[in-house]
């Protein structure tokens, strides 16, 4: 397996379905499969059920991830319930690093759909990230490959990206 891992917002599943189709694998994303799995939306499930019974599932989907596939990670799965251990386990991971404003800037368009973060005015939102990234980076940085996509295209990113995948 190759598991993107990194930040809400950072684009994870953006680059993971591109790469999967360059190799040809089959793409999947936690959140989507956990959706599809309660026929509810993130924000639903986190309403209604709260985000432990969320990180349970998300526990549990990941560890019904086949053989071969791309995954893209929820930006809190390698967080909670071991889960970073399992995937370095299973497989690569690749943490999409990037900086603190640009996390920002693609968060305040569709911060709506993130029930961790959708009630934040800007100075929230930014502090939020600041605090939870140094967190995270943490458990984050114990990936396989850290690439940082500070200013990069994604076609630059997945230039980068290409390379380690070959060799798998
Ligand atoms: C979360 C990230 C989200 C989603 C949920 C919780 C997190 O995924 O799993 O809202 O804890 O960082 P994205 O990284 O795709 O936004």
Known sequence: ?????????VGKSTIAKEIATKFNRKFIDTDKIIEGIEKKTINNIFKEKGEEYFRELEKKTLRKIKQNEIVACGGGTPIFNNNMEYINKTGISIYLKDSINSLLTKLE???????????????????????????????????????????KSIQETLREINPLISTF
Do not use: C, D, S
Request: aromatic share 12%; hydrophobic share 35%.
């Open 1 to 9: 397996m190759i598991y993107f891992i990194g930040f809400m917002g």
């Open 109 to 151: 368009n569709t911060q709506k759909k993130r029930p961790l973060i959708k009630k934040l005015n800007r100075p929230e939102l930014k502090k939020y990230i600041e605090l939870e990234l140094i967190e995270r980076e943490k458990i984050y940085k114990t990936a396989t490959y850290t690439i940082n996509i500070q200013n």
